[in-house]
């Protein structure tokens, strides 16, 4: 398969991926107007349906977002490999000559790791962003090994791009991998819905 055939195929499942994201949301917004999110109790102490919520409506949109999110993990992992594997067709095509603009990868300056990420929320940005426990992050937006201090580095950062992408590359195993992380408010706490801690 060619990088450009390879390209297509991310770009078909990044769109899928957005469907999928934008159905979780519509979905959690229904358990939102019910009053409720994915565990809460819809009976009452004595068992009786509460009169507040729809429960059939809550219950189908419950199996449908964990039909959805199991979705998306698969998709995640397609879409990792696709990314891979254009970057292999990429680096095949390199013994010709490339200009500038046809070469998507940009050589990392960084590749050493300032803080792990040891939680990340269901349906959270962190969640959609792709990110994982034991994620190690090289950079941060701005933030890199040479600039970091500590944790507020990160928060500030965060708080000064709620809505806006961020540039997030991390190691995974022996393995880079860059993700966009867009800082936003959820039906959780925070803007990101993970947990981060120094190495």
Same mark, same amino acid.
């Given at each position: 398969?060619?990088?450009?055939?390879?390209?297509?195929?991310? +770009?078909? $499942?990044?769109?899928?991926?957005?469907?999928?994201?934008?159905?979780?949301?519509? $979905?959690? =917004?229904v358990l939102m107007h019910n009053g409720v999110g994915m565990t809460e109790p819809l009976v009452d102490e004595e068992g009786f349906p509460k009169n507040s919520i729809n429960i059939h409506q809550v219950r189908h949109a419950r199996h449908r977002?964990?039909? +959805?999110?199991?979705d998306h993990k698969h998709l995640m992992k397609q879409i990792e490999n696709g990314l891979q594997g254009y970057y292999n067709a990429t680096s095949s095509e390199c013994n010709q000559s490339?200009?500038?603009?046809?070469?998507p990868i940009e050589i990392a300056?960084?590749?050493t790791p300032f803080a792990k990420v040891?939680?990340?929320?269901?349906?959270?940005p962190a969640y959609y962003a792709g990110l994982n426990v034991n994620d190690e992050i #090289?950079?941060?937006?701005?933030?890199? #090994? =040479?600039n970091f201090k500590n944790i507020n580095d990160i928060?500030? #950062?965060?708080?000064?791009?709620?809505?806006?992408? $961020? =540039?997030?590359?991390?190691?995974?195993?022996e393995r880079f991998v860059n993700v966009q992380l867009t800082p936003k408010k959820w039906i959780g706490r925070g803007l990101l819905g993970c947990n981060i801690i120094c190495l």
């Open positions: 398969m060619s990088r450009e055939e390879v390209r297509q195929q991310v +770009l078909n $499942l990044m769109n899928e991926k957005d469907k999928i994201e934008n159905e979780i949301k519509e $979905l959690t =917004n977002i964990i039909c +959805l999110q199991n490339v200009s500038m603009e046809t070469t300056t960084y590749k040891t939680f990340v929320s269901d349906n959270s #090289v950079e941060f937006g701005s933030v890199n #090994v =040479n928060a500030t #950062v965060v708080q000064h791009s709620e809505g806006n992408p $961020l =540039n997030v590359r991390i190691k995974r195993g």
